[in-house]
C-alpha cells in the first residue's frame, strides 16, 4: 500500500504561481511513477504531469500536458519521499482539483491523494 497527501493548494490571481506538494509513505519503492492530475467541474480527469522513478543507470523522465508545458514543472526528492509540482503563470483555465498519483510497477495499479483546489482568478 501507498498513501499519498497532497498540500499547497489555494486562491491566485492569474499569473501567479503555486506549489503542490504530494508526501508518499509505504511501499514506495513498488512505485513506477508518479504524476498530477487535475479534474474541473463537469470535466474529466486529465494528467497534467508525470514523473518516472528512473533507476541507477538512467536519471527519471518527464512528460507534460500540452496545456501546461513551459509552465509547470514537476519534481521529485527521493530522500524524502516527496513529489511537487511548480505551477507558474496560472491562467483561470487551470482551476480544478489537483490530484497526486503513484501508479505501481505491479499491473498498473493507481494510488491516489485526496485532492487539493486550485483556484485561479482573473
Known amino acids: 500500500q501507498v498513501q499519498l497527501v497532497e498540500s499547497g493548494g489555494g486562491l491566485v490571481q492569474a499569473g501567479g504561481s503555486l506549489r503542490l506538494s504530494c508526501a508518499a509513505s509505504g511501499r514506495t519503492a513498488s512505485i513506477k511513477s508518479f504524476g498530477w492530475y487535475r479534474q474541473a467541474p463537469g470535466k474529466q480527469r486529465e494528467l497534467v504531469a508525470r514523473i518516472t522513478s528512473g533507476s541507477i543507470t538512467s536519471g527519471s523522465s518527464t512528460d507534460y500536458a500540452d496545456s501546461v508545458n513551459g509552465r509547470f514543472t514537476i519534481s521529485r526528492d527521493n530522500a524524502k519521499n516527496t513529489v511537487d509540482l511548480q505551477m507558474n503563470s496560472l491562467k483561470p483555465e487551470d482551476t480544478a482539483v489537483y490530484f497526486c498519483?503513484?501508479?505501481?510497477?505491479?499491473?498498473?495499479?493507481?494510488?491516489w491523494g485526496q485532492g487539493t483546489q486550485v483556484t485561479v482568478s482573473s
Open positions: 498519483n503513484a501508479r505501481a510497477w505491479f499491473l498498473e495499479y493507481d494510488y
